[in-house]
């Protein structure tokens, strides 16, 4: 039924597919604060390969230098910097965990079936070999210099936010 040749590719998307689903499958269901940033963190280096295997090397590389190293690292500081004192173990609530699963196999239809109807075509005006990371600072700063901008105040806002939360947690 399927014609698929087994090349390095092939494999190379396997192995990140496996490390991608392991780190987030891992990341919610570890106990450890640092476990589960360490799982994360492998789940976005899987993402990371998943960029270079589609010819996306910069988005490759602000995958780990972002979201691997400096998202990581934040919340290892932001885990150092406030206390965790131990809390009781909720109960578990047969409600909720069955609304999740039927929404988790809801959702997994739904992908799979919008996957198996869709019609993909190939991008003949893609071109590997061009510059990418150029365009892609031509349309950050011409045509979503709005966006961007907007969000950096998001982040500085958000940043604030944690820093006050922190410390009235100190206090």
């Known amino acids: 039924m399927f014609n698929v040749d087994i090349t390095g590719e092939y494999i190379a998307f396997f192995i990140f597919a496996v490390i991608i689903i392991a780190g987030a499958v891992l ?7 640092v476990h589960m940033v360490i799982s994360m963190a492998a789940a976005f280096l899987g993402l990371a390969g998943m960029y270079v295997l589609l010819d996306a090397e910069f988005v490759a590389f602000v995958q780990v230098l972002i979201y691997a190293g400096a998202v990581s690292i934040l919340m290892i500081f932001g885990i150092m910097m406030t206390k965790h004192n131990g809390e009781a173990v909720e109960t578990a609530k047969p409600l909720h965990e069955t609304l999740a699963a039927v929404g ?16 993909f075509q190939s991008a003949g005006a893609f071109d590997p070999g061009q510059d990418n990371t150029l365009a892609i600072g031509e349309q950050l700063f011409t045509g979503y210099i709005v966006p961007f901008e907007l969000l950096s105040i998001l982040l500085t806002v958000a940043f604030i936010g944690a820093i006050a939360l922190a410390k009235k947690e100190a206090d």
């Open 27 to 33: 990341m919610i269901s570890l106990e450890k604060v």
């Open 104 to 119: 988790a196999l809801c959702l997994f239809g739904l992908l799979f079936y919008s996957i198996r109807t869709a019609d």
